[in-house]
């Protein structure tokens, strides 16, 4: 299984991201999946994650500005974010989990998030 994250880059404060997370296989085999992140100096975290019943999860700091969604017949994952950070700066990572509700199984390559103030 490959996982392929893109749509990183510079924005300004309260810009708007998209990334992707393209799937090798169909991603209807995924129970679970899911973005993280990590800033400099800092633990990866969870930002995001979804289910393959559409459960969605999201850490308090992004709440209410990011959106995670799934489309099984693209097999991608998506991260819409709104209303960018500097916080948010960060290398942000999807994750996917054949059967855990945690997406921790297999790992893309990390997406570089920048946010200027």
């Known amino acids: 299984v490959q996982l392929q994250a893109s749509g990183g880059g510079l924005v300004q404060a309260r810009e708007s991201l998209r990334l992707s997370c393209a799937a090798s296989e169909t991603i209807f085999r995924f129970n679970s999946m899911g973005w993280y992140r990590q800033a400099p100096g800092k633990q990866r975290e969870l930002v995001a994650a979804?289910?393959?019943?559409?459960?969605?999860l999201y850490a308090d700091s992004v709440k209410g500005r990011f959106t995670i969604s799934r489309d099984n017949a693209r097999n991608t994952m998506y991260l819409q974010m709104n209303s960018l950070k500097p916080e948010d700066t960060a290398v942000y990572y999807c994750a996917a989990a054949m059967t855990d509700n945690v997406p921790s199984e297999y790992w893309g390559q990390g997406t570089q998030v920048t946010v200027s103030s």
């Open positions: 979804i289910t393959k019943g559409l459960g969605t």
